[in-house]
Protein backbone atom coordinates (compact mmCIF):
# COMPACT_ATOMS: atom_id res chain seq x y z
CA UNK A 1 0.00 0.00 0.00
CA UNK A 2 2.77 2.66 0.89
CA UNK A 3 4.40 1.49 -2.52
CA UNK A 4 0.57 2.56 -4.63
CA UNK A 5 0.87 6.10 -2.83
CA UNK A 6 4.59 6.70 -3.40
CA UNK A 7 3.61 5.90 -7.11
CA UNK A 8 0.43 7.89 -7.06
CA UNK A 9 2.54 11.26 -5.32
CA UNK A 10 5.23 10.62 -8.00
CA UNK A 11 2.39 10.05 -10.79
CA UNK A 12 0.79 13.45 -9.75
CA UNK A 13 4.05 15.55 -10.20
CA UNK A 14 4.37 13.96 -13.57
CA UNK A 15 1.41 14.24 -14.49
CA UNK A 16 1.63 18.38 -13.91
CA UNK A 17 4.82 18.49 -15.82
CA UNK A 18 2.83 16.33 -18.93
CA UNK A 19 0.14 18.86 -19.13
CA UNK A 20 2.94 21.31 -19.62
CA UNK A 21 4.75 19.31 -22.42
CA UNK A 22 1.38 18.88 -24.08
CA UNK A 23 0.24 22.13 -24.19
CA UNK A 24 3.74 24.06 -25.01
CA UNK A 25 4.17 21.30 -27.49
CA UNK A 26 0.95 22.37 -29.00
CA UNK A 27 1.47 26.18 -29.50
CA UNK A 28 5.71 25.22 -30.17
CA UNK A 29 6.72 27.05 -27.14
CA UNK A 30 9.98 25.47 -25.27
CA UNK A 31 9.98 22.95 -22.45
CA UNK A 32 12.05 24.79 -20.57
CA UNK A 33 10.58 28.44 -17.85
CA UNK A 34 8.62 28.45 -15.34
CA UNK A 35 4.64 27.84 -15.53
CA UNK A 36 2.56 30.78 -16.35
CA UNK A 37 -1.15 31.41 -17.01
CA UNK A 38 -2.07 30.56 -20.28
CA UNK A 39 -4.57 33.76 -20.00
CA UNK A 40 -2.78 37.07 -18.65
CA UNK A 41 0.68 34.93 -18.40
CA UNK A 42 1.52 35.44 -14.56
CA UNK A 43 3.66 33.21 -13.20
CA UNK A 44 2.56 30.48 -11.55
CA UNK A 45 3.55 30.70 -7.59
CA UNK A 46 5.10 27.26 -6.19
CA UNK A 47 2.37 26.75 -3.57
CA UNK A 48 -0.46 27.15 -6.94
CA UNK A 49 1.50 24.54 -8.59
CA UNK A 50 0.79 21.89 -6.18
CA UNK A 51 -1.30 19.01 -8.34
CA UNK A 52 -4.67 18.59 -8.01
CA UNK A 53 -4.66 20.34 -4.31
CA UNK A 54 -4.03 23.80 -5.84
CA UNK A 55 -6.66 23.42 -8.13
CA UNK A 56 -9.19 22.44 -5.85
CA UNK A 57 -7.98 25.08 -3.25
CA UNK A 58 -8.24 28.37 -6.32
CA UNK A 59 -11.59 27.23 -6.95
CA UNK A 60 -10.18 26.21 -10.83
CA UNK A 61 -9.11 30.16 -11.63
CA UNK A 62 -6.38 32.14 -11.90
CA UNK A 63 -4.96 33.94 -8.68
CA UNK A 64 -3.84 37.01 -10.58
CA UNK A 65 -6.47 37.38 -13.65
CA UNK A 66 -9.50 35.18 -12.20
CA UNK A 67 -9.86 33.65 -15.31
CA UNK A 68 -11.10 29.55 -15.60
CA UNK A 69 -8.12 26.95 -15.41
CA UNK A 70 -8.90 24.00 -17.62
CA UNK A 71 -10.16 21.00 -15.70
CA UNK A 72 -7.78 19.14 -18.25
CA UNK A 73 -4.75 20.26 -15.37
CA UNK A 74 -7.09 18.34 -12.64
CA UNK A 75 -7.75 15.24 -14.71
CA UNK A 76 -4.38 14.76 -16.20
CA UNK A 77 -2.33 14.72 -13.35
CA UNK A 78 -5.41 12.48 -11.46
CA UNK A 79 -4.72 9.89 -14.28
CA UNK A 80 -1.15 10.07 -14.15
CA UNK A 81 -1.13 9.09 -10.50
CA UNK A 82 -3.59 6.18 -11.05
CA UNK A 83 -1.52 4.93 -14.02
CA UNK A 84 1.75 5.44 -12.15
CA UNK A 85 -0.07 3.71 -8.83
CA UNK A 86 -1.01 0.84 -11.01
CA UNK A 87 2.08 0.21 -12.50
CA UNK A 88 4.20 0.42 -9.79
CA UNK A 89 2.02 -1.79 -7.61
CA UNK A 90 2.01 -4.43 -9.84
CA UNK A 91 5.51 -4.61 -11.30
CA UNK A 92 8.14 -3.22 -9.29
CA UNK A 93 9.41 -5.22 -6.61
CA UNK A 94 12.77 -3.12 -4.52
CA UNK A 95 14.33 -6.90 -3.71
CA UNK A 96 13.97 -7.83 -8.21
CA UNK A 97 16.81 -5.88 -9.73
CA UNK A 98 14.57 -6.91 -13.49
CA UNK A 99 11.56 -5.14 -12.18
CA UNK A 100 13.09 -1.81 -11.76
CA UNK A 101 13.86 -1.76 -15.89
CA UNK A 102 10.71 -3.10 -16.32
CA UNK A 103 8.78 -0.78 -14.27
CA UNK A 104 10.93 2.50 -15.65
CA UNK A 105 10.26 1.45 -18.89
CA UNK A 106 6.20 1.37 -18.26
CA UNK A 107 6.14 4.38 -15.87
CA UNK A 108 8.03 6.44 -19.15
CA UNK A 109 6.12 4.50 -21.76
CA UNK A 110 3.04 6.16 -19.79
CA UNK A 111 4.23 9.29 -19.92
CA UNK A 112 4.72 9.25 -23.62
CA UNK A 113 1.12 7.92 -24.29
CA UNK A 114 -0.68 10.40 -22.06
CA UNK A 115 1.54 13.31 -23.72
CA UNK A 116 0.12 11.78 -26.86
CA UNK A 117 -3.62 11.78 -25.37
CA UNK A 118 -3.44 15.03 -24.42
CA UNK A 119 -2.24 16.40 -27.96
CA UNK A 120 -4.44 14.61 -29.51
CA UNK A 121 -7.59 15.48 -27.44
CA UNK A 122 -6.95 19.04 -27.69
CA UNK A 123 -5.55 19.62 -31.29
CA UNK A 124 -7.09 16.22 -33.02
CA UNK A 125 -3.34 15.55 -34.41
CA UNK A 126 -0.47 13.49 -32.99
CA UNK A 127 2.66 14.74 -32.06
CA UNK A 128 5.15 12.83 -33.60
CA UNK A 129 8.57 13.53 -32.06
CA UNK A 130 6.93 12.28 -29.09
CA UNK A 131 5.35 9.11 -30.75
CA UNK A 132 9.38 8.56 -32.45
CA UNK A 133 10.59 9.03 -29.38
CA UNK A 134 8.74 6.35 -27.62
CA UNK A 135 9.45 4.14 -30.84
CA UNK A 136 12.85 4.37 -30.13
CA UNK A 137 12.89 3.83 -26.71
CA UNK A 138 10.38 0.86 -27.07
CA UNK A 139 12.68 -0.95 -29.26
CA UNK A 140 15.89 -0.23 -26.96
CA UNK A 141 14.17 -1.82 -23.90
CA UNK A 142 13.05 -4.73 -26.01
CA UNK A 143 16.57 -5.33 -27.29
CA UNK A 144 18.20 -4.80 -23.74
CA UNK A 145 15.11 -6.81 -22.46
CA UNK A 146 16.08 -9.48 -24.66
CA UNK A 147 19.64 -9.82 -23.79
CA UNK A 148 19.96 -9.64 -20.28
CA UNK A 149 17.07 -11.77 -20.23
CA UNK A 150 15.00 -9.71 -17.94
CA UNK A 151 11.66 -9.47 -20.30
CA UNK A 152 8.73 -11.21 -19.57
CA UNK A 153 8.70 -11.72 -23.10
CA UNK A 154 5.03 -13.09 -25.22
CA UNK A 155 3.96 -16.48 -25.12
CA UNK A 156 3.51 -16.58 -28.94
CA UNK A 157 7.21 -15.74 -29.56
CA UNK A 158 9.81 -16.20 -27.96
CA UNK A 159 11.57 -12.62 -27.66
CA UNK A 160 10.27 -9.67 -26.27
CA UNK A 161 11.48 -7.71 -30.10
CA UNK A 162 9.95 -9.89 -32.47
CA UNK A 163 6.72 -9.74 -30.48
CA UNK A 164 6.99 -5.89 -30.73
CA UNK A 165 7.47 -5.36 -34.26
CA UNK A 166 5.02 -8.03 -35.33
CA UNK A 167 2.42 -5.79 -32.77
CA UNK A 168 3.64 -2.89 -34.16
CA UNK A 169 3.46 -4.10 -37.82
CA UNK A 170 0.20 -5.70 -37.43
CA UNK A 171 -1.40 -2.16 -35.97
CA UNK A 172 0.24 0.25 -37.93
CA UNK A 173 -0.74 -1.66 -41.00
CA UNK A 174 -4.23 -2.28 -40.26
CA UNK A 175 -4.58 1.70 -39.35
CA UNK A 176 -2.90 2.80 -42.44
CA UNK A 177 -4.94 0.79 -45.36
CA UNK A 178 -8.15 2.60 -42.77
CA UNK A 179 -6.85 5.70 -43.98
CA UNK A 180 -5.50 4.70 -47.03
CA UNK A 181 -8.94 3.50 -48.52
CA UNK A 182 -10.89 6.46 -46.02
CA UNK A 183 -8.44 8.78 -47.19
CA UNK A 184 -8.29 9.90 -44.00
CA UNK A 185 -12.01 10.30 -43.08
CA UNK A 186 -12.30 7.54 -40.49
CA UNK A 187 -8.84 7.49 -39.14
CA UNK A 188 -5.84 9.76 -39.56
CA UNK A 189 -2.49 8.69 -40.54
CA UNK A 190 -1.05 9.45 -37.48
CA UNK A 191 -2.95 7.02 -35.71
CA UNK A 192 -0.80 4.31 -37.64
CA UNK A 193 2.05 5.53 -36.10
CA UNK A 194 0.14 5.46 -32.74
CA UNK A 195 -0.56 1.93 -33.33
CA UNK A 196 3.05 1.44 -34.57
CA UNK A 197 4.31 2.21 -31.25
CA UNK A 198 1.55 0.84 -28.98
CA UNK A 199 2.08 -2.79 -30.81
CA UNK A 200 6.01 -2.34 -29.54
CA UNK A 201 5.00 -2.15 -26.19
CA UNK A 202 2.49 -4.77 -26.06
CA UNK A 203 3.51 -7.16 -28.49
CA UNK A 204 1.81 -9.53 -30.35
CA UNK A 205 -0.76 -11.06 -29.30
CA UNK A 206 -1.38 -8.77 -26.74
CA UNK A 207 -1.80 -5.68 -29.47
CA UNK A 208 -5.16 -7.82 -30.75
CA UNK A 209 -6.92 -7.38 -27.56
CA UNK A 210 -5.37 -3.68 -27.49
CA UNK A 211 -7.31 -3.12 -30.30
CA UNK A 212 -10.20 -4.74 -29.40
CA UNK A 213 -10.28 -2.67 -26.27
CA UNK A 214 -9.73 0.63 -27.72
CA UNK A 215 -12.85 0.35 -30.04
CA UNK A 216 -14.60 -0.39 -27.75
CA UNK A 217 -13.78 2.46 -25.24
CA UNK A 218 -14.05 4.53 -28.27
CA UNK A 219 -17.57 3.48 -29.98
CA UNK A 220 -18.96 3.51 -26.06
CA UNK A 221 -17.89 7.22 -25.91
CA UNK A 222 -19.14 7.87 -29.50
CA UNK A 223 -22.61 6.49 -28.64
CA UNK A 224 -23.11 8.40 -25.05
CA UNK A 225 -21.76 11.61 -26.67
CA UNK A 226 -24.44 11.20 -29.54
CA UNK A 227 -26.74 10.80 -26.88
CA UNK A 228 -26.31 13.66 -25.12
CA UNK A 229 -26.48 15.59 -28.30
CA UNK A 230 -22.59 17.12 -28.14
CA UNK A 231 -21.90 15.23 -31.20
CA UNK A 232 -23.55 13.31 -34.30
CA UNK A 233 -22.37 10.59 -36.43
CA UNK A 234 -20.99 12.77 -38.74
CA UNK A 235 -18.88 14.45 -35.82
CA UNK A 236 -14.70 13.88 -36.03
CA UNK A 237 -13.71 12.27 -32.79
CA UNK A 238 -9.24 11.78 -31.72
CA UNK A 239 -9.18 8.15 -31.80
CA UNK A 240 -5.51 8.10 -30.31
CA UNK A 241 -7.09 8.77 -26.53
CA UNK A 242 -9.11 5.77 -26.77
CA UNK A 243 -5.96 3.80 -28.48
CA UNK A 244 -4.12 5.18 -24.97
CA UNK A 245 -7.04 3.78 -22.76
CA UNK A 246 -7.38 0.73 -24.65
CA UNK A 247 -3.62 0.03 -24.31
CA UNK A 248 -3.13 0.92 -20.52
CA UNK A 249 -6.07 -1.49 -19.79
CA UNK A 250 -4.58 -4.46 -21.48
CA UNK A 251 -0.81 -3.84 -19.91
CA UNK A 252 -2.93 -3.57 -16.32
CA UNK A 253 -5.11 -6.77 -16.82
CA UNK A 254 -2.06 -9.10 -18.21
CA UNK A 255 -0.15 -8.25 -15.37
CA UNK A 256 -3.41 -9.41 -13.34
CA UNK A 257 -4.56 -12.39 -15.23
CA UNK A 258 -1.86 -13.47 -17.91
CA UNK A 259 -4.41 -15.54 -19.13
CA UNK A 260 -6.59 -13.05 -20.65
CA UNK A 261 -5.64 -13.24 -24.02
CA UNK A 262 -6.48 -16.64 -24.07
CA UNK A 263 -9.94 -15.95 -23.68
CA UNK A 264 -10.59 -13.41 -26.26
CA UNK A 265 -8.26 -14.77 -28.46
CA UNK A 266 -7.48 -18.39 -28.16
CA UNK A 267 -6.17 -19.26 -31.98
CA UNK A 268 -2.99 -17.03 -31.86
CA UNK A 269 -1.68 -18.85 -28.07
Same mark, same amino acid.
Given at each position: ??????????????????????????????????????????????????????????????????????? &??????????????????????? +???????? #?????????? +???????????????? #? =????? =????????????? #?????????????????? =??????????????????????????????? +??????????? *???? #?????????????????????? &?? &????????????????? *?????????????????
Amino acid at each position: MAMMVIFFLLGLIIGSFLNVVAIRLEVAESLLGRSHCPHCQARVRWHDNIPLLSFVLLGARCRDCGEKISA &QYFWVELLTGIIFALVGSLFFDP +LVLATWTE #TTFYLVMSSI +LIVIFVYDFRSMEIPM #T =VVWSG =VIMALLYSIYADW #TGFGAGHKFLEFRTFAGV =VGGAVAFLFFFLISYFSKERWMGMGDAYVGL +LIGLVVGWPLI *LLAL #TSSFTIGAVFGLMLIALGKKTM &QS &QVPFAPFLVLGTFCVII *LDKIYPQLIDLFWPFVS
